[in-house]
C-alpha cells in the first residue's frame, strides 16, 4: 500500500523520496509539490560586479529576514 502523498509534509514527502529513489510516484508528487509553490518571477543575471554585489546583498538581507521570522 503506498503512502498518500498529497497528506505528507514538503519534509515528510522529502525524505519519502530520498529513501524510496525508485518510486517515480513519489518523485512526481514531490516535483509537483513543489514547483507549485515555486515563485514564477525570473531575473536576469548581473551584468557587471555592481549588480553581482547588490543581488548578493539582498541574498544577505532575505536570509537574515528569514532568521528573525
Do not use: G
Not at 515528510?12 to 512526481?28: C, G, I, S, T
Not at 509539490?33 to 547588490?54: C, G, H, L, Y
Amino acid at each position: 500500500m503506498k503512502p498518500n502523498f498529497s497528506t505528507m509534509t514538503k519534509s515528510e514527502l522529502r525524505a519519502y523520496v530520498v529513501a524510496h529513489p525508485n518510486d517515480k510516484a513519489a518523485f512526481h508528487a514531490f516535483v509537483d509539490r513543489f514547483t507549485a509553490e515555486a515563485s514564477p518571477e525570473t531575473f536576469d543575471i548581473p551584468k557587471s560586479n555592481a549588480e553581482v554585489e547588490e543581488v548578493e546583498m539582498l541574498i544577505r538581507q532575505k536570509l537574515e529576514q528569514l532568521k528573525t521570522s
